[in-house]
């Protein structure tokens, strides 16, 4: 597409902005909606910040791409800026002793493959 045309999608959502935002930050609501159908996301953690990562446990068995996922992130109306351009999929997520997904060693992972 040439640099003088832009083309933009807006999708509506009847839904406070508030409840729309939770949807795309919250991992409990992510893992809810996230995965393209049939295919479910049992654990999520996603960095929402600009250029973040998304790491992702799928259900066993269970095989999607990251392009198919990033689709459905445009499908859900997000902004391209917002879109994980690293998704690793992993067995499982490191964790605390009382269960707290260990954020620090999702980023150092993350540090380390790009």
């Known amino acids: 597409m040439s640099a003088d045309r832009e083309l933009r999608l807006t999708r509506l959502i009847d839904a406070p902005r508030e409840?729309?935002?939770?949807?795309?930050?919250?991992?409990g609501l992510l893992k809810q909606w996230f995965a393209p159908l049939p295919y479910t996301t049992p654990v999520a953690e996603l960095d929402v910040r600009p250029?973040?990562?998304?790491?992702?446990?799928?259900?066993?068995?269970q095989q999607v791409k990251p392009d198919e996922l990033r689709e459905v992130c445009r499908a859900h109306g997000l902004p391209q800026f917002k879109i994980p351009r690293e998704i690793t999929f992993t067995q499982e997520l490191p964790r605390s002793p009382t269960g707290k997904v260990l954020k620090r060693q999702l980023t150092e992972k993350a540090n380390a493959t790009a």
């Open 19 to 27: 409840k729309v935002y939770r949807a795309w930050t919250d991992a």
């Open 51 to 61: 250029g973040g990562s998304a790491f992702i446990v799928m259900r066993e068995g």
